[in-house]
């Protein structure tokens, strides 16, 4: 498994959230629960989620709907 850090952030760049994790090879699925770094939930709208690996970094805009 390879080192990954996921990064999520508002539109204007202020970071959210982020986590350190480990994959391997292969398709995998992250789920974030809406809620900031210190565990409060966030807005409703569009964030950009960041995957950084030791040889790449790849950016998707996510939206977020609130309940």
Do not use: C
Not at 25 to 36: C, L, P, S, V, Y
């Amino acid at each position: 498994a390879i080192p990954l850090f996921i990064e999520v952030a508002d539109l204007q760049g202020k970071m959210i959230f982020s986590e350190k994790t480990a994959a391997g090879a292969g398709k995998h699925t992250w789920r974030w629960n809406g809620h900031d770094a210190q565990g409060a939930g966030v807005a409703s709208g569009v964030y950009a989620v960041t995957l950084k690996g030791a040889d790449f970094r790849e950016t998707r805009k996510i939206v977020l709907i609130g309940e």
